[in-house]
C-alpha cells in the first residue's frame, strides 16, 4: 500500500486543481445565469457523468431504499453548501471565499465531538479558536467590500461541515463512487422542481433564465469540475491515508488565488493573506495532532500518558 502513497498524494494535487476551476465557471456564469440555476446545473451535469461511470466500475444504479434517507440528507447539505458558495463567489474574490469557507474543519471538529462524542482536547479546541480567528481578518475587509455576501462561506463551511458527517456514517455502506451518482442524481430531483418553481418569482438568485452562448459551457463546467475533482479525492483516499492528504488540501487556496487572478485579476490583500496564514497554519496544527492521537491510540500506553489535546 505504501509505493501507492504517491499516486494518492498526485490525485490530491489533482484536485486542489480542478477544484478551483468549478469555482472559476461558476463566477463565470453568474455573470448573467442565477445562482439557484448554475447550482441546478451542477448537480445535472454531475450525475450524467457519474452514471456511465458507475456502470463501467461494475456499480449498480439502483439505491438502496434504507440509504434513501442519509442521502437525501446528504444532498439537502451539499445542494446549501454549494449555492451559498456560488453566490459568495459571484460577488467577492474565489481566494477569499475559499479562505473563509475553510473554517469547515474547525466546525467538523467541534460538531464530531458535540454529536459524536470524539474525543477532542483542549489543544485542538484552541487552534479551531484561533483558526476561526484568522477567518475574521478575511471577512472583515471582504464584509466593507460586499457587504453580506462574505457571510454566505460560513454557510458553505457549516454546511458542508454537516454534509461530511453524514459522508462519515453512509461510507460503511456505500462505495464513494455510487455514493456520488446517488447524491447527484437526488440533488438534482430535488432542485429541478425548485428552479421550475422558481420560473414563476422574480426572485434574481433563483429565477431562472436560457443561457446564450459560452454561458452554456460555463454551465457544464461547473458539473465536469465538480464530478472531475471530487472523483480524484475519492481515489486519492483508497492510495493514500487521510492524514497524509489533509495538508494538501490548503494547495486549493493557492490555486484558487493564481486562477482569480489570472482570469479576474482578482488577488488577496496583505490582511487576507495574514488570515490565510492563520488559518491554513491552525488546521495543519490539528492534522498533527489528530497524527499523534491516532499514533498515541495504536499503542497501549500507562495511565499517567492517556491524556490526549
Not at 267 to 294: D, Q
Request: aromatic residues 10%; proline residues 7%; hydrophobic residues 55%.
Amino acid at each position: 500500500m505504501t509505493d501507492r502513497v504517491p499516486l494518492g498524494i498526485a490525485l490530491m494535487i489533482g484536485f486542489c486543481v480542478i477544484a478551483p476551476m468549478l469555482d472559476a465557471f461558476a463566477k463565470l456564469a453568474a455573470e448573467t445565469i442565477p445562482v439557484g440555476q448554475i447550482t441546478t446545473a451542477r448537480f445535472i451535469v454531475q450525475a450524467a457523468i457519474m452514471a456511465p461511470v458507475c456502470m463501467i466500475m461494475g456499480f449498480g444504479l439502483r439505491l438502496d431504499p434504507r440509504l434513501l434517507g442519509q442521502m437525501t440528507l446528504r444532498a439537502l447539505c451539499l445542494i446549501g453548501s454549494t449555492y451559498c458558495f456560488v453566490a459568495a463567489v459571484s460577488r467577492m474574490p474565489i481566494a477569499d471565499a475559499l479562505a473563509i469557507a475553510f473554517v469547515e474543519p474547525f466546525i467538523l471538529l467541534i460538531l464530531g465531538k458535540f454529536l459524536f462524542g470524539d474525543e477532542v482536547g483542549p489543544r485542538r479546541i484552541a487552534a479551531s479558536v484561533v483558526g476561526f480567528g484568522g477567518s475574521l481578518l478575511v471577512i472583515q475587509p471582504s464584509f466593507s467590500a460586499f457587504g453580506y455576501w462574505a457571510l454566505f462561506p460560513l454557510g458553505t463551511a457549516v454546511l458542508f461541515a454537516l454534509y461530511m458527517l453524514v459522508t462519515r456514517g453512509l461510507s460503511r455502506k456505500i462505495h464513494p463512487l455510487p455514493m456520488q451518482f446517488h447524491t447527484a442524481t437526488v440533488a438534482t430531483a430535488i432542485c429541478v422542481p425548485i428552479t421550475w418553481i422558481a420560473d414563476i418569482t422574480a426572485i434574481p438568485t433563483l429565477d431562472p433564465v436560457m443561457p446564450e452562448g459560452i454561458f452554456w459551457v460555463w454551465l457544464f463546467g461547473v458539473g465536469a469540475c465538480s464530478a472531475a475533482s471530487h472523483g480524484l479525492m475519492t481515489y486519492a483516499l483508497r492510495f493514500a491515508p487521510s492524514a497524509t492528504l489533509a495538508p494538501l488540501h490548503y494547495l486549493e487556496i493557492v490555486s484558487a488565488a493564481i486562477l482569480g487572478f489570472l482570469i479576474f485579476q482578482d488577488f488577496p490583500n496583505l490582511l487576507t493573506w495574514t488570515g490565510i496564514a492563520i488559518i491554513v497554519s491552525s488546521g495543519l496544527y490539528i492534522v498533527h495532532r489528530e497524527r499523534m492521537t491516532a499514533r498515541s491510540a495504536s499503542v497501549t500506553l500507562p495511565p499517567s500518558g492517556q491524556n490526549r489535546a
